[in-house]
């Protein structure tokens, strides 16, 4: 395998359950990779997502301009848009299936099983979020924000535990049966493969971008995470077109693309076999949470932990996805030590996002890679 190093520093970030994904193998092959900066991982539920250029046009063949939009919620199984003027627009998410990703048909994790703390809407009273703590991190990062009162708790009601866990299993049971139509027609779904840790190094010890492409971006299975961009450490990786695409030559031996992206091989001592017997993963507490001041796109809670983890130094830097100042809504991430930022970055912006390509700026502060 090749190999690289990275600078330390501790990041938290947020984002989706492949994301987690894309972290945890960060973190998994530092070895090879390089120490990951990332410390603290906030995962969202997620059902789907959508691509920003279908849902634009969507909105345009009804007559709206995303400028127009104030926010974006999904509720009782519609996408809603408020608008300027208090104007409000729904389309329910069966009509909106076109605009979902394709990646995110293969997607098996609700609740970002891979994260230290996990936080969605389902479960918790409008105005609250629900956070799933899976670690002993995550834990202590939940009872230190309390005690400083950024955040408030309450038992979750079992009403609400049961429709996480609906939900959660829901999707398991619909993509895996999208999961068993690709393999049979030839396009295997490798990801979940799950594979000890030695032949997960056999399989992967040539693969080259060229691999990457076959085996995840023709096929519909890149989540445009840029793990890629951020590990390439010859730079050559760029995102375009809405898809990384390769400018140079890759040098013989390196396969750090093929081993950082969620959507290639993963060793069971990431994903376990048995990942889907749980439908929630393994966790320690689920509870409701909301920060008692901010407006966030439920209660706030994704925000206040983050900004607790910067205010309180136990990270030097966040990762967060806002919106674009030239492109309405398009998410950007956003690397920084600015709370302003991490209180700017609140609410859900439903479209990917290339999360991890601002990691490339610490790597620039070190000198390159
Ligand atoms: C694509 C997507 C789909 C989701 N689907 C569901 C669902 O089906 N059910 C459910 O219960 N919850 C879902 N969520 C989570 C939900 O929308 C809220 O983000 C969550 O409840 C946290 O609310 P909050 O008020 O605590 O967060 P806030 O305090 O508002 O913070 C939200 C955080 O999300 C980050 N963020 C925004 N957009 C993105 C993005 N595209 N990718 C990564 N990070 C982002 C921001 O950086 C911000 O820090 C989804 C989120 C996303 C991004
Ligand atoms: S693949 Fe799609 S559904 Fe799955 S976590 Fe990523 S964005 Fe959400
Ligand atoms: S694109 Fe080439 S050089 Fe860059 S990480 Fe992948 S295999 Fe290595
Ligand atoms: S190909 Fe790159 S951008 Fe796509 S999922 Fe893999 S690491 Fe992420």
New binding site residues.
């Given amino acids: 395998m090749g190999e690289t190093t990275t600078k330390q520093g501790k990041v938290a970030m ?3 359950p492949c ?1 987690m994904i894309a972290a945890s193998k960060l973190d998994r092959f530092s070895d090879i990779l390089g120490e990951s900066p990332i410390d603290i991982k906030i995962g ?6 959508f691509s920003y250029s279908y849902m634009k046009k969507l909105l345009e063949k009804n007559n709206i301009d995303m400028n127009d939009v104030k926010e974006c919620r ?1 509720e009782k199984n519609s996408l809603w848009f408020y608008l300027k003027e208090d104007k409000v627009f729904k389309i329910p998410l069966e009509k909106a299936k076109s605009c979902v990703r394709k990646n995110c048909n293969i997607c098996m994790d ?1 609740t970002s099983e891979l994260s230290d703390l996990s ?5 918790s009273q409008e105005g609250w ?2 956070i799933i703590i899976r670690t002993d991190k995550g834990f202590e990062l939940v009872k230190n924000a309390e005690n400083d009162k950024y955040i408030q708790t309450k038992p979750i009601e079992e009403s609400g535990l049961k429709l996480i866990k609906n ?1 959660a299993n829901k999707k398991k049971k619909e993509n895996l049966s999208e999961i068993t139509k690709r393999e049979r027609v030839g396009r295997p779904v490798i990801y979940r493969r799950q594979m000890p840790i030695t032949e997960f190094t056999e399989e992967v010890s040539k693969c080259q971008f060229k691999d990457l492409k076959g085996d995840v971006i023709d096929i519909g299975a890149c989540v445009l995470c840029g793990a890629c961009d951020f590990i390439c450490p010859e730079g050559i990786i760029k995102i375009e077109d809405r898809k990384p695409q390769i400018k140079g030559k890759c040098p013989e031996g390196c396969n750090l693309c093929y081993v950082a992206c969620p959507r290639t091989y993963i060793p069971d001592d990431i994903l376990s076999k048995d990942a889907d017997k749980k439908p929630l993963g393994d966790y320690i507490k689920i509870i409701s949470a909301k ?1 008692p001041i ?1 407006k ?9 932990l ?1 900004n607790y983890a910067l205010s309180k130094k136990l990270v030097d830097d966040v990762i ?3 919106k674009s100042t030239s492109e309405a809504w398009k ?1 950007e991430s956003k690397l920084t030590k600015n709370v302003a930022d ?1 209180l700017n ?9 290339t ?1 991890f390509t601002p990691l490339k700026e610490l790597n620039k502060g070190n000198g390159g890679v």
């Fill in positions: 947020i984002g989706t994301h969202l539920f997620c059902m789907e997502n999904i609700f936080v969605g809407s389902v479960g979020s629900t939900l920060a901010l966030g796109q439920d209660g706030g809670v994704a925000t206040a983050l967060v996805v806002d998410p991490v970055a609140a609410g859900t912006k439903y479209a990917a996002c999360i």
